[in-house]
């Protein structure tokens, strides 16, 4: 059973409007949650990161939602951009190990 | 500095053959993993290195293992080869085992067992 489900594979979005990624987990010990985006044939590289602490952190363009009773975050990209079309994990991860969770990935293009 | 690197870049491989995969890593990070990238399913961790002589099972560690060779390098090994581990793998490193600190990814071997 997934622990961490992207539930969209892929969204279209015109270049300049918001995309809202979307991430649900099912392990109340994460407290530790991460975005990364992926072009193809490149390692994932990382995005913004949110504690279990916080409901909101903004990192430019990116802002991570946590919504911790309903197990669910968020990211928003505002604009969006061409250069913003690739694969986005979401990751989780408890304090008590080392294991980073990941989802499936959700697939955005942002049509010019 | 060139972060993360992985060798090789591609492999094909026959059933039942072995082979190593070399990743290595110039930032200076305590800790080192190993992922599998399969369609559909995110990326799953198969072995981890905590710190230079420790070595840990992630959550798909069968038909692979692994050594911290130093604090730079942290190779995976597949002893005998199945068609099952045709994947994509990514090494990755992370500063320490505090809180807060991000994952630093190569650029994936892509490996097909036929």
């Known amino acids: 059973d997934q622990q961490v489900k992207q539930n969209s594979p892929s969204l279209s979005v015109q270049e300049g409007r918001i995309s809202i990624l979307n991430c649900d987990y099912t392990n109340s010990m994460f407290d530790y949650f991460l975005w990364y985006k992926k072009y193809p044939a490149e390692g994932p590289t990382f995005l913004i990161s949110i504690s279990s602490i916080k409901d909101k952190n903004e990192d430019g363009r990116f802002t991570v939602f946590l919504n911790k009773s309903a197990k669910h975050l968020s990211l928003h990209i505002v604009p969006s951009q061409p250069g913003d079309s690739a694969v986005y994990f979401c990751?989780?991860?408890?304090?008590?190990?080392?294991?980073?969770?990941f989802g499936p990935g959700t697939r955005l293009s942002v049509l010019p | 500095n060139a972060g993360v690197t992985q060798t090789p870049k591609f492999q094909v491989l026959k059933t039942g053959q072995s082979m190593t995969l070399q990743c290595a890593q110039d930032?200076?990070?305590?800790?080192m993993y190993w992922y599998r990238q399969d369609p559909g399913m995110g990326l799953r961790l198969i072995y981890y290195s905590a710190s230079e002589g420790t070595t840990d099972k992630g959550e798909v560690p069968n038909g692979y293992n692994v050594s911290r060779l130093n604090k730079r390098e942290f190779s995976l090994r597949l002893e005998s080869a199945a068609p099952s581990q045709t994947s994509v793998y990514f090494c990755?490193?992370?500063?320490?085992?505090?809180?807060?600190?991000?994952?630093?990814f190569g650029p994936g071997t892509r490996l097909t067992v036929t």
């Open positions: 990755a490193s992370r500063a320490s085992v505090r809180e807060g600190l991000e994952q630093y």
């Open positions: 990751a989780a991860k408890s304090s008590y190990g080392q294991n980073f969770v």
């Open positions: 930032m200076n990070h305590n800790s």
